[in-house]
């Protein structure tokens, strides 16, 4: 929980403070860095993407919380625990729908990064975006869910308020 806590802290963090020009882009092809240089940059300006990156901030944040408590075993930790999971649910799936909206905003970029990379032209970008997004956020509710069932075992509960203090 810490480390997927300190990861969303990062990315949040790292995409509010991003220069487009400074973005490290190996693997690509030498026009794609052009390509996704503009989508980078107008996606930095987009209050849409902003206020995702916001609240991946905020539920990150609940859960490097939670899992200290977790640590400390203090009574309250459970309760954290699962606001936490459940904020990062809800942030999971406006993320996803957020960032298609924005694809879908910015459909032309998208196109163009693709085509850079060597899809042909008037392909199915749009639907390859949506797919990418789709399983990146199908596999955080996977982990998310996983969390949750952790959290709620018997096991956990005990170990949680045998010595809280």
Do not use: K
Request: with cysteine; proline share 3%; charged share 15%.
């Amino acid at each position: 929980m810490s480390f997927a806590g300190v990861s969303g802290v990062m990315n949040a963090y790292s995409f509010m403070t991003a220069v487009p020009s400074d973005v490290d882009m190996p693997n690509l092809e030498p026009g794609a860095v052009e390509a996704v240089e503009a989508l980078v940059e107008v996606a930095t300006d987009s209050s849409l993407m902003i206020g995702l990156h916001v609240a991946n901030l905020l539920a990150s944040g609940l859960l490097i919380i939670g899992s200290v408590l977790l640590t400390a075993r203090r009574r309250s930790a459970l309760w954290w625990t699962r606001q936490a999971l459940f904020a990062n649910v809800a942030y999971t799936l406006a993320n996803a729908g957020g960032t298609l909206w924005f694809a879908y905003e910015h459909q032309s970029l998208v196109d163009e990064v693709f085509v850079q990379q060597g899809q042909p032209a008037g392909g199915p970008t749009m639907l390859a975006f949506s797919i990418g997004t789709s399983c990146g956020a199908i596999l955080m509710l996977g982990l998310y869910a996983f969390m949750m069932r952790a959290a709620a075992r018997d096991d956990v509960r005990g170990f949680v308020t045998r010595e809280a203090s």
